[in-house]
């Protein structure tokens, strides 16, 4: 059975920080592409950031010097590490996986990021 399980979201004043954390289960984690997307009420999905398993990332213009996407592979988990957040950052932020062997794909079941004052 493979599972994402996301943590870490909450609620945060302008200019905070959070660490969200997805642990998988149930698939070769080095084996996958791993990414964090996020949904703000209103408007499309997007990606946030993204990382193969050799640790290179990328990540969408509007989070780029503030956002941190990592994986520990014994772990099995992926990070999101969010720096000087902005309203804007609010959303329900998804984890997700794509194996490169089989291009099978999963998604988490998002956890929500409220940046308020």
């Known amino acids: 059975q493979v599972q994402l399980v996301e943590s870490g979201g909450g609620l945060v004043q302008p200019g905070g920080s959070l660490r969200l954390s997805c642990a998988a289960s149930g698939i070769i984690f080095s084996s996958n592409i791993m990414a964090w997307y996020r949904r703000a009420p209103g408007k499309e999905r997007e990606l946030a950031a993204i990382?193969?398993?050799?640790?290179?990332?990328l990540y969408t213009e509007s989070v780029k010097g503030r956002f941190t996407i990592s994986r520990d592979n014994a772990k099995n988990t992926v990070y999101l590490q969010m720096n000087s957040l902005k309203p804007e950052d609010a959303a329900v932020y998804y984890c997700?996986?794509?194996?490169?062997?089989?291009?099978?794909?999963?998604w988490g079941r998002g956890t929500q990021v409220t940046v308020s004052s």
């Open positions: 990382i193969n398993s050799g640790g290179s990332a």
């Open positions: 997700h996986c794509r194996s490169v062997l089989t291009n099978m794909e999963y």
